[in-house]
């Protein structure tokens, strides 16, 4: 079946600006993670969604991210005045359940001018 | 806190040669790990898990408890196994289940 997929593929946005960056996982699959990675820190995790909650949002980096998955399958992770150490790519997670494989889909490149 | 560590940012092996890709990990109770490859312009992609103890293109990882290390092996590199490799232990931690990515090491295999 279909895998991960995101949207947009490429997103460059000026400093200031919020931007929204959509995730839809494979499908049936209950557990939802978004992941970021850049030059500087590696592949850092963000935020886990069971069904469409999200036990714990302390992996966010500050109060200008959050996301929120609706339906139990589509997610946004939203970015609000975006800085330019928000450049990255932002990986989607999806797995049957928690503690099962994560398949990833093929992230979205965020570049803050 | 958990961590993971793979000392080798990168490692250059030729063709045929053996190749380990080291990881150690930090771990209070029993650790869910797992290894990760990006291939060149690909997704992040499942190699192996630990649990499952299976060879995935001819790649082994066995858990040492006692050395708390996840190394990955091979005893015959090829040219297509050149790709970042991650190590990532499950955070099974609170109500979370995300996976703590290692920083990565970079494996060329020259021909």
């Known amino acids: 079946g279909a895998g991960v997929s995101q949207s947009p593929s490429n997103k460059v946005t000026e400093k200031g600006k919020d931007v929204e960056l959509r995730c839809d996982p494979i499908?049936?699959?209950?557990?939802l993670y978004w992941y970021r990675q850049s030059l500087g820190q590696g592949l850092e995790f963000l935020i886990y969604?069971?069904?469409?909650?999200?036990?714990?949002k302390s992996g966010l980096p500050s109060d200008r991210f959050s996301a929120e998955r609706t339906g139990g399958s589509v997610s946004t992770l939203t970015i609000q005045r975006t800085q330019q150490e928000d450049s990255a790519v932002y990986l989607c997670?999806?797995?049957?359940?928690?503690?099962?494989?994560?398949?990833f889909g093929p992230g979205t490149r965020l570049t803050v001018t | 806190a958990q961590r993971v560590t793979q000392p080798e940012k990168l490692l250059s092996v030729f063709k045929g040669a053996p190749v380990e890709l080291k990881c150690n990990y930090s771990?209070?109770?029993?650790?869910?790990l797992f290894w990760y490859v990006q291939y060149s312009r690909q997704h992040l992609q499942l190699l192996l898990r630990?649990?499952s103890r299976e060879s995935i293109k001819g790649f082994t990882a066995d858990l040492n408890k006692g050395e708390t290390s996840f190394h990955l092996k091979k005893p015959f590199a090829q040219e297509e196994d050149s790709a970042m490799y991650y190590c990532?232990?499950?955070?099974?931690?609170?109500?979370?289940?995300?996976?703590?990515f290692g920083k990565g090491t970079k494996l060329s295999v020259k021909p």
């Open positions: 771990y209070s109770g029993s650790p869910e």
């Open positions: 969604f069971q069904g469409n909650s999200a036990p714990d």
């Open positions: 997670a999806s797995s049957l359940e928690r503690g099962y494989e994560q398949y």
């Open positions: 499908s049936g699959h209950t557990a």
């Open positions: 630990h649990i």
């Open positions: 990532a232990p499950m955070n099974y931690g609170g109500s979370q289940g995300n996976l703590i």
